[in-house]
């Protein structure tokens, strides 16, 4: 038997893509890749899909890359798919149907095509199977293309979907997002032009590239189209992308911040996927969250003391929603902590419906005065997520934790730890008379 040629397919993976997308994509049936724009989703999935096409042992495999227009279909991948296929001996090409089909004549070969479809032209996805579909800008796309012709045509031979694109509002690309993080046998991934790397220095396009797209895009379409900011168009969200975006990589002195007083905010888990967090903030500067999962009370109480120990701030504030266990063993061992309830009343009742809306308000104050943040992406997604409304009162109230946490999958516990950084006023050490939390150790432990 003569021995199988080796093809190699003249696709090169960023690193990313190599390490991390493509090994997800090939170990989970569904999948849905949130990205910036220029960020490779067509090129990777195009090449995902010639993959999985050459590895399927079934006979005669069907595959689709689909793009809300044909004729755009046929201008973003059909030159990809016959570029990456050409090097693939007995490969053929069907210009008018757009697809490429895999040789079938000899050994080892499966006859496999892939298909490039337009969403415009839905019939030419039904009456057949499907052992995996790409869909493209799925924000375009109408969901009863996937409901009622593409999920059922997968199902015959378990076949596997992708679901790609760059945000244009909270639509079906928005609720397949969401779908995704909440399933576990998903695989969902959500990345920004400046935490991808393509835009860093020594990138595929460095950081030039990034400054000349935002000038000539809006504001609204940079949030957008580079930010991957799914609320973009909204116009009631608190704390925008924008905001965000310039807190990251500030720079502050220790001296800029060495009189304002030193603020921990503590906010415990309420349910089983829920996480404790501890976030410090000094002044301008909040530092990275520190962050617990699955841990008790007890247990998230000893790493509350351990950081007022070490760090020993001038205030810890708890949240009294499911904080009981860790504000009463703190008190128990003598140190000074001040609950907090969320839907407590708000310092400014005639503005605020509740402590809440006037704690996250107040980062957004925060932010415009120059706050610092951490570069971390899930406090990013958790800040820019809740919108805020009015009352009859004319009083600001903002969005549900429920409510968020049905958009995000998860609770913006992160976000929450630092909105209680500013719970109440707080005086720097010596100041006013303030004094930081600590152990108080003058009592007789037997008595």
């Known amino acids: 038997m003569p021995e199988k040629k080796k093809i190699t397919i003249p696709y090169k993976p960023d690193k990313l893509w190599k390490k991390t997308i493509h090994p997800s994509l090939e170990s989970h049936r569904f999948s849905v890749i949130v990205a910036h724009r220029r960020f490779g989703k067509t090129v990777g999935t195009v090449n995902h899909v010639i993959k999985m096409a050459a590895k399927n042992e079934l006979k005669m495999p069907n595959y689709a890359y689909v793009a809300p227009f044909r004729n755009q279909a046929k201008k973003i991948a059909w030159e990809y798919l016959k570029y990456y296929t050409h090097v693939i001996p007995g490969i053929s090409v069907n210009e008018s149907d757009l697809y490429v089909e895999f040789p079938s004549k000899h050994k080892g070969a499966n006859g496999a095509r892939i298909y490039i479809v337009g969403a415009d032209h839905p019939d030419s996805l039904r009456g057949t199977y499907w052992d995996g579909v790409i869909l493209d800008e799925y924000a375009q796309i109408k969901p009863a293309l996937w409901n009622e012709v593409t999920r059922p045509a997968i199902a015959d031979r378990n076949g596997w979907a992708v679901f790609i694109g760059t945000p244009k509002g909270q639509n079906q690309f928005y609720e397949i997002y969401q779908k995704s993080l909440k399933e576990k046998d998903w695989y969902s991934c959500l990345y920004r032009a400046d935490e991808s790397g393509l835009f860093d220095v020594g990138g595929r396009y460095g950081p030039e590239e990034l400054e000349a797209m935002k000038r000539d895009m809006s504001e609204e379409a940079i949030r957008q189209e580079l930010y991957c900011d799914f609320t973009a168009s909204a116009f009631n969200i608190l704390i925008t992308i924008d905001m965000v975006n310039k807190s990251i990589g500030k720079v502050y002195q220790p001296t800029d911040i060495m009189r304002a007083p030193k603020i921990m905010g503590v906010d415990v888990a309420r349910f089983g996927n829920d996480r404790c967090t ?7 500067v909040c530092y990275e969250p520190m962050i617990f999962k699955d841990i008790d009370n007890m247990a998230f109480a000893s790493q509350v003391i351990r950081e007022i120990d070490s760090w020993k701030p001038d205030a810890v504030f708890i949240d009294a929603g499911r904080g009981e266990g860790v504000i009463d063993r703190c008190r128990q061992l003598g140190y000074s902590v001040t609950e907090v309830s969320f839907g407590g009343r708000a310092d400014v009742p005639e503005r605020y419906v509740n402590k809440r809306v006037e704690m996250w308000d107040s980062v957004r104050k925060w932010l415009e005065q120059g706050g610092c ?46 909105a209680l950084t ?16 600590k152990c108080n150790t003058n009592y007789e432990l037997f008595s």
Do not use: C, H, W
């Not at 719970?423 to 004094?435: E, L, M, R």
């Open 373 to 418: 943040l951490p570069d971390m992406p899930e406090l990013k997604t958790e800040l820019v997520t809740p919108e805020y409304s009015f009352d009859a009162a004319n009083r600001m109230k903002l969005e549900s934790k429920e409510s968020i946490k049905e958009k995000m999958g998860y609770s913006p516990d992160i976000a929450d730890s630092l």
């Open 422 to 437: 500013f719970a109440y006023p707080v005086a720097p050490s010596g100041a006013y008379g303030g004094g930081r939390a």
């Open 278 to 284: 501890i976030t410090k903030r000094q002044g301008l």
